[in-house]
């Protein structure tokens, strides 16, 4: 068969991009022709390998425009049609881009598009920009994205999946990256690239300082590079001493970079824009941990955050910390420099020449059964929540490690609070999660969240079931995801109206996604019931971190409750009660203070604890002012929370119950409630008359339950034996392992 004639149009020849051209050169089947713009750039100092394929060098015609490029190239035309190639394949949008993918739509040929860009690299582009992109994009045959942040920009712009490839960047082939892993590492810290602004070198020099103090030692680093800020640097870097040494290294040779590498025990990339980052590829090749910042392409593609690097915002302290912390811990950093070297194995010339040819013979027809690249995506899961409350942090932690170990990448996208639930200062903070303002309409009834380009692309999105939430419904309609997940109650159990018109959409959109992710067993069952798949549910058993609560009460003596109670006119021995949670109308204040008062009646010496903050405080406080024997002690944190759950005998919340049952599990402190239909879905994990008592929702069953119960040790030790048992099951490590065990299931359900 005659071999596919195929033409790649590009600016200049590259050192990451010429071995792949090499090899891809050499595939049977493929007879390459490579047209550069131009020789070189004027900021460009690279030697470059033999190019060992047809090239063709035009006039290197280019205009400057804001520090880039722009290469116009009229020649290229008569080069393609004096070719006649089966495929074109462009590497950006420069006007002799168009002009090639022009030629392609006007002679029949088939169009390859290939990038280097990224959904993040891109976000600033005009409309009209992005209008163009979509118009070339939906006339090519094939797409070639360089990483796994371009895959998702083609996918962004409607291009299928299955006519998506990979051809990655790499670092140079040919130098010895081995015997780099085996250098000296005499060298604390190194900074490699072009010394302009962008590449923020004044950042990395700061870092050294700040390290150097942080340690009390000499800190050494070296600079590779040049530009026009060197002579900047070198009068920062010359202030640093005696603490700094900095050498400047000045250009250095595609074959020597191995040998500075190796000398490096960290590398430092706090770029502010770079749509990829090759320098890190040559850092790991040779075993360097990498501190980068998120505004390179390689940020947690290729550099993983806790996994072979760190990926921190432009913050020097905390760059400083990181960079103290892995030096001062040996094992740590053996441990991300042998993950360094096994990621990158996969970023390499020969898999970016296979995926290269991959889209070729297929944009050629001429595809095999079998793609010729191994190379194997990371599927990329985007949670969306409108805010972060603290209690949620361990378990995205613990849910974004569980993935990473399967392959899979985790993106957290979160917003910020109503004014009115920033006054309870329950936000939680998380580094390596993506903002995304919530903009609160028709005073809070609607919020307008759009994730930016954190979701485009992604496999699958995660959204909270709340009708208010606006981005929901582009989800499920205009901007639908590969894949969309529902995660929630299955209804507002709360509400006054279930059966008004916000509960009735809630009903019908239960069935507009792909996969449901059940707070507990009781939402799963509303959402099968509402005909929804069940083999498409998994129940998360909702819980957060108890580790904390549990090793505190265990760690209470009998003599620090006496004394706590004594403190509090509590003889030993009496009977307590202990209420512990928000005090607003749900939990039913009113009722359990007319309970208590009728409990008291009953069983002798009773006292009742109310551990708690929130708008009816001031109605349990005239109730301790009126009855001695009520306490009120507001709210209650950390090991003083765990004395109060430890001097009581049950927990009564005659109101809504939800996360707070886990306090009652984790101390051992039976809880008895009602059955109101206030409560949460978390009232699942209740076994009335096995771990608690759930009474009819009258007061005389409440009361006769916790009556019975206070005079009864026997069957509140029992009770308390299984609310034990029931704490190891709903833990933050079991609801992080079913999420990422629902999420893979989910990932392998068709995509769109």
């Not at 947690?300 to 960079?323: K, S, Y």
């Not at 595809?367 to 995506?377: K, Q």
């Not at 609560?549 to 265990?554: E, S, Y």
């Amino acid at each position: 068969m005659t071999p596919l004639r195929v033409a790649i149009v590009t600016n200049i020849p590259a050192p990451y991009r010429v071995p792949v051209f090499n090899r891809l050169s050499q595939i049977d089947g493929i007879d390459l022709t490579v047209f550069y713009a131009a020789r070189t750039e004027p900021d460009r100092q690279w030697d470059l390998p033999p190019l060992a394929y047809r090239h063709v060098f035009m006039n290197g015609q280019m205009v400057t425009r804001a520090g880039r490029f722009i290469h116009h190239n009229p020649a290229v035309w008569n080069e393609l049609v004096r070719l006649s190639p089966d495929v074109v394949v462009t590497t950006g949008y420069n006007p002799t881009h168009l002009l090639a993918s022009f030629y392609s739509l006007l002679y029949g040929k088939r169009h390859v598009v290939m990038t280097d860009g990224t959904a993040n690299s891109e976000q600033g582009l005009s409309l009209g920009h992005r209008l163009l992109r979509k118009q070339i994009m939906g006339r090519s045959a094939a797409g070639v994205a360089a990483s796994h942040g371009g895959w998702r920009l083609l996918r962004s712009y409607g291009m299928p999946a299955d006519r998506l490839h990979f051809s990655p960047l790499c670092a140079n082939p040919d130098a010895d990256w081995q015997a780099a892993a085996d250098g000296p590492r005499d060298l604390d810290l190194l900074f490699s690239g072009r010394l302009v602004a962008l590449k923020n070198g004044d950042f990395a020099l700061r870092v050294a300082d700040g390290l150097a103090r942080r340690l009390g030692r000499e800190v050494r680093m070296a600079v590779l590079g040049d530009g026009p800020l060197r002579g900047d640097l070198q009068a920062q870097a010359a202030a640093l001493r005696p603490s700094v040494q900095v050498e400047f290294a000045g250009h250095v040779s595609q074959q020597a970079l191995p040998g500075w590498f190796g000398r490096a025990r960290l590398f430092v990339f706090p770029t502010r824009w770079d749509p990829w980052g090759v320098v890190a590829n040559e850092a790991m090749e040779a075993g360097t941990p990498v501190l980068v910042s998120p505004h390179a392409g390689v940020a947690e593609d290729l550099v993983r955050d806790g996994q072979n690097g760190c990926v921190l915002p432009l913050d020097e302290p905390r760059w400083v910390e990181a960079a103290a912390a892995l030096l001062q811990a040996p094992a740590e950093w053996q441990r991300m420099a042998d993950n360094a070297r096994q990621t990158v194995a996969a970023y390499r010339a020969d898999a970016a020449a296979a995926g290269l040819a991959d889209a070729v013979l297929q944009a050629g027809g001429r595809a095999g059964a079998a793609r010729l690249s191994t190379f194997v995506r990371r599927p990329r899961v985007v949670c969306v929540q409108r805010r972060l409350p603290h209690y949620r942090v361990a378990l995205f932690e613990g849910l974004r490690q569980r993935l990473t170990e399967d392959g899979i990448e985790f993106v957290l996208v979160h917003g910020q609070p109503t004014p009115a639930e920033a006054t309870k200062n329950d936000s939680g903070q998380m580094d390596w999660a993506h903002p995304a303002p919530s903009h609160y309409l028709a005073g809070g009834n609607l919020v307008w969240q759009p994730p930016g380009p954190s979701a485009l692309g992604a496999d699958l999105v995660i959204v909270t079931q709340e009708n208010r939430l606006l981005w929901n419904i582009m989800a499920m309609t205009l901007q639908r995801p590969a894949r969309l997940a529902y995660w929630g109650h299955g209804r507002n159990f709360q509400s006054a109206r279930p059966d008004g018109l916000r509960e009735r959409v809630k009903r019908r959109m239960i069935t507009s996604v792909d996969w449901w992710f059940a707070y507990t067993e009781l939402s799963a069952r509303l959402v099968t019931e509402s005909g929804f798949p069940a083999d498409r549910v998994t129940t998360l058993d909702n819980a957060v971190d108890t580790h904390s609560l549990a090793a505190q009460c265990q760690g209470i003596t009998a003599a620090e409750t006496e004394t706590f109670l004594s403190g509090l006119g509590i003889e030993p021995g009496a009977p307590v009660g202990l209420f512990i949670g928000s005090l607003y109308p749900d939990k039913r204040i009113g009722f359990l203070l007319q309970a208590a008062q009728a409990i008291r009646q009953r069983v002798p010496g009773f006292r009742l604890l109310v551990v708690g903050s929130g708008p009816l405080a001031g109605e349990v406080r005239a109730a301790a002012a009126q009855w001695p024997w009520v306490h009120a002690l507001g709210a209650r944190t950390g090991r003083d929370k765990a004395l109060c759950l430890r001097s009581a005998q049950l927990m009564l919340n005659p109101g809504l119950v939800g996360l707070g049952i886990l306090d009652s599990f984790v101390s051992g402190v039976p809880m008895v409630t009602t059955d109101c239909h206030l409560h949460s879905p978390e009232v699942a994990y209740l076994r009335s008359g096995v771990n608690g008592v759930m009474t009819e929702n009258t007061l005389d069953a409440f009361v006769d339950a916790c009556s019975r119960l206070l005079g009864s040790p026997e069957e509140r030790a029992r009770l308390a034996v299984a609310a034990l048992a029931d704490a190891s099951r709903y833990t933050i490590e079991n609801m992080a392992e079913r999420f990422a065990t629902g999420i893979s299931a989910a990932l392998r359900l068709p995509g769109r």
